[in-house]
């Protein structure tokens, strides 16, 4: 069974930065590696939006409201996705979650997800 745990949120000033960490393990032991994934996040009252998308050959693409101030990447053993945020703002508050389509040799691709960090912004 594959395990995604969310790590890294946090209080911070605006302006600010903060990292966070989607890391997969497998209890196993079994090889495995994160192809596709994607940190979306979700403030209280309103939808999740999708934030940031890592593909598995590297490609990313981002929210408009992030470019420029986020950065999406990946470990080069491929069980790590991080997402770096800068300039944070108070709108950028918000449960950022993790999904990832992580491979293994017995299951193949199958999506899972993070249990999601906290992130806030103080203006």
């Known amino acids: 069974q594959v395990e995604l745990v969310d790590t890294g949120g946090g209080l911070v000033q605006a302006g600010g930065s903060l990292t966070l960490s989607c890391a997969a393990s497998?209890?196993?032991?079994?090889?495995?590696?994160?192809?596709?994934a994607t940190w979306y996040r979700q403030a209280p009252g309103k939808q999740r939006d999708l934030v940031a998308t890592?593909?598995?050959?590297?490609?990313?693409n981002y929210a408009d409201f992030v470019k420029g101030r986020f950065t999406i990447s990946r470990n080069n053993f491929k069980t790590t996705v991080y997402l770096q945020m800068n300039d944070l703002k108070s709108e950028d508050t918000a449960v950022y979650s993790c999904?990832?389509?992580?491979?293994?040799?017995?299951?193949?691709?199958?999506?899972?997800w993070g249990q999601g960090t906290q992130v806030t912004v103080a203006s």
């Open positions: 497998i209890s196993s032991g079994s090889i495995f590696r994160i192809n596709r």
């Open positions: 890592i593909e598995s050959g590297g490609e990313t």
């Open positions: 999904s990832a389509d992580v491979w293994t040799p017995i299951y193949g691709t199958v999506n899972y």
